[in-house]
């Protein structure tokens, strides 16, 4: 496979994933319907690039040479033309999803690969909106990309070895451990994860603690980095709503279906950092607050 990749999204995955393939020498166009989103999206990699020169682990030169090796575009049609690969990072929404691939399949190359950043949505379904489904792959990057090392390589019902095989390998290449997965609702990082956080939101709506203590024992019992409340917060309410609704629609489980407070607070637009509030305060005033605290002690 030669070194043309498009990125399709420039959000928090969508930059993340450009910025890893760029900086590993790829060179990326970056797609998304606004120029403002297009940079933001640079001023992120830009930003974390800065982050990784400060801690040693890359030079002035070779953040020039990765910013070099992105270019942006509003338009897909223009920026898929010669593509090898283009990876799908848009928000997590089935009928975004599926008219995007559409247009991807009308517009890139007939020997490209066609592969999604989706977090739990069937492969296989995206796959039948194009004229090539034996092209069509999850590659589900982990937040923030250029820190996690996995990638979920899901394998839709069609899917054919050979393209398999050239993501598997071009995932070692980035420097990711590939893991390979098939194609049922979740796959195995949000099938195991999302019922976690949705029975934590329970625990809090049931009144069994509080969002600190529900918190603090996932941290210090289990050994998590990150209590899956606050967890649930970065990753933004709305998207754990729907790779929720994604298990119960596809398993038709009870188990898995999403609590009523994880419902309301995505209803009153509580959506975690994205908006500010979630189970915690992200707000301007709550961070000066906390910043006043620090200078009384």
């Known amino acids: 496979m030669n070194k043309n990749i498009v990125v399709i999204g420039a959000g928090t995955m969508g930059n993340g994933i450009a910025h890893t393939f760029a900086q590993t020498g790829f060179k990326v166009n970056l797609v998304d319907v606004s120029q403002d989103a297009l ?19 890359l030079t002035e030169d070779e953040k020039a040479q990765t910013l070099a090796n992105i270019t942006t575009f509003t338009a897909l049609e223009d920026a898929v033309k010669g ?25 890139a190359p007939a020997d490209c690969i066609l592969a999604t950043n989706t977090s739990s949505i069937s492969i296989t379904k995206i796959a039948s909106v194009t004229s090539r489904p034996e092209k069509v792959i999850g590659m589900h990057f982990m937040n923030p990309v250029p820190i996690m090392k996995l990638v979920e390589i899901i394998k839709g019902y069609s ?9 598997y390998e071009m995932s070692k290449v980035l420097g990711k451990v590939p893991v390979e997965v098939n194609d049922y609702p979740g796959f195995v990082a949000n099938r195991i994860l999302m019922p976690m956080i949705n029975e934590a939101i ?17 941290k210090l019992g289990m050994a998590h980095p990150m209590g899956p409340l606050q967890l649930a917060d970065f990753i933004g309410l709305d998207v754990c709503l729907s790779i929720m609704n994604v298990l119960y629609d596809g398993f038709k489980n009870p188990k ?13 637009k509580k959506m975690g950092v994205k908006s500010g509030e979630g189970f915690y305060d992200y707000s301007e005033s709550k961070k000066a607050e906390k910043i006043s605290k620090q200078f009384a002690k």
Do not use: H, W
Request: charged fraction near 25%.
């Open 39 to 57: 940079d933001r999206g640079v001023k992120t990699i830009t930003t974390n690039l800065d982050r990784i020169i400060a801690k040693g682990n």
């Open 83 to 107: 593509a090898d690969l283009i990876v799908e990072a848009a928000t997590e929404n089935i009928d975004l999803k599926l008219k995007i691939f559409q247009q991807m399949d009308a517009a």
């Open 159 to 167: 899917t054919s070895k050979e393209t398999f095989d050239a993501i």
């Open 202 to 218: 329970y625990s809090l709506y049931e009144g069994v603690a509080g969002v600190e203590e529900i918190d603090t024992v996932m």
């Open 256 to 268: 898995y279906a999403p609590c009523p407070l994880l419902v309301n607070m995505v209803t009153a």
